[in-house]
Every structure is written in structure tokens, then in C-alpha cells.
T-cell receptor
Framework: QKEVEQNSGPLSVPEGAIASLNCTYS??????FFWYRQYSGKSPELIMS????GDKEDGRFTAQLNKASQYVSLLIRDSQPSDSATYLC????????????FGAGTRLAVHP | GAGVSQTPSNKVTEKGKYVELRCDPI?????LYWYRQSLGQGPEFLIY????????DSGLPNDRFFAVRPEGSVSTLKIQRTERGDSAVYLC?????????FGPGTRLTVL
């Protein structure tokens, strides 16, 4: 049973729109949550981390965490074609010795 | 400062051969992780070092896989008797507190 779930996509949005990416995780005591962006042929790049319930904003990115509902989301405002990539959700569970459990990623396509 | 570096960037080998993959973490990062990523999947955890010791090796798939970090900095992932199923991108990440930063990866192809 997978512990972190994401829709594979592709999620297609027009340039300038808000892209909403979602991630759910299994019922375990969870600790930290991360969003990585991965361009084709490249390695994951950390874009957001969130540790407590609520919203965290960084530029055009907003991460939202709801531990009671076991989901974390990433909003990208004013989407640009350069945002087209795969977005990976990663969860660090308590007692997991700091390892990250990744979802399979959601492919985002921003079209002009 | 410099990020995580990994060598080689690409490695092609034949089934049954031995390979070594190297990771040089960000200076000062005490934690080092190895993951591997297959096409269309997220990275899958292999092993975690805190300093010189392997704190968690639960992700190593079998005893053909082994990793070391003798001086608490550079790490080497070693794969014996490679199999075609070992083909993947092997990623290394390092962290100081919490956030993990990935290197460019080594693409391993076993023919």
C-alpha cells in the first residue's frame, strides 16, 4: 500500500491561471512535508516545506497542510510555461529516521 | 556554495558487473541519503547516514547493495552482480536540519 498518493496528471492549465496540486498520505504520525519540482531529465529541486497546519506562502507558491484530513496541497499562482514540470510530494513520518516517502508525482503543463 | 555532486553522471555496465557510485554532499551537512528513481515514479529511499554510520538501511533491496561513508562526508554506493532491474537513476541528497537537497543523480544502465 502506497503511503503518499498523487494524481499522475497531466494537469493542464493556461498561462496566468492558478495550478492546484494535491497529495494525500496514509494514517501515520506525520512530521514534515515537502514539495519538489522535477524537470524532465533533472533531479528534484526543493521548492516548499511545511511543518504545521495552515498555509505557507513563498512568492507565487502556497503550501497548505491539513493533518486531520491527511492532505497537503501546493498552489501555484500566475502559472508560467516554465512551471511545466513534475511536482513531487514527500512526507517525512515520525519514527522514519528522516527518510522521505515520495508520491509518484503530478505532471503539470502550463500552456501559453 | 556548491551543491551535492555525484559521479559519474552516467554509467553503462553489463549484467553481473560491479559498480560504484559516488556522492559528495554539501559541506557541513551531516545527513546523507541515497534514493533511486525509476521512470514515472518518485524517488525510493535506500539508505540514510548520520555522520559515518548507516542509521537506516531498510530501503536496500538486497545484499548486493552496500554503501559506505567512512569519513562522514563522501559516500559510495556499491552494487555487486548488477542485474537489468537495477537500471535507474540513483540520487543522493544531503541535509543539515530537515530539508534534503538532491544531487544531479547517476543514471545507471545495466545491459
Amino acid at each position: 500500500q502506497k503511503e503518499v498518493e498523487q494524481n499522475s496528471g497531466p494537469l493542464s492549465v493556461p498561462e496566468g491561471a492558478i495550478a492546484s496540486l494535491n497529495c494525500t498520505y496514509s494514517d501515520r504520525v506525520s512530521q514534515s512535508f515537502f514539495w519538489y519540482r522535477q524537470y524532465s531529465g533533472k533531479s528534484p529541486e526543493l521548492i516548499m516545506s511545511i511543518y504545521s497546519n495552515g498555509d505557507k506562502e513563498d512568492g507565487r507558491f502556497t503550501a497548505q497542510l491539513n493533518k486531520a484530513s491527511q492532505y497537503v496541497s501546493l498552489l501555484i499562482r500566475d502559472s508560467q510555461p516554465s512551471d511545466s514540470a513534475t511536482y513531487l510530494c514527500a512526507v517525512q513520518f515520525s519514527g522514519g529516521y528522516n527518510k522521505l516517502i515520495f508520491g509518484a508525482g503530478t505532471r503539470l503543463a502550463v500552456h501559453p | 556554495g556548491a551543491g551535492v555532486s555525484q559521479t559519474p553522471s552516467n554509467k553503462v555496465t553489463e549484467k553481473g558487473k560491479y559498480v560504484e557510485l559516488r556522492c559528495d554532499p554539501i559541506s557541513g551537512h551531516t545527513a546523507l541519503y541515497w534514493y533511486r528513481q525509476s521512470l514515472g515514479q518518485g524517488p525510493e529511499f535506500l539508505i540514510y547516514f548520520q555522520g559515518t554510520g548507516a542509521a537506516d538501511d531498510s530501503g536496500l533491496p538486497n545484499d548486493r547493495f552496500f554503501a559506505v561513508r567512512p569519513e562522514g562526508s563522501v559516500s559510495t554506493l556499491k552494487i555487486q552482480r548488477t542485474e537489468r532491474g537495477d537500471s535507474a537513476v540513483y540520487l543522493c541528497a544531503s541535509s543539515f536540519q530537515g530539508e534534503q537537497f538532491f544531487g544531479p543523480g547517476t543514471r545507471l544502465t545495466v545491459l
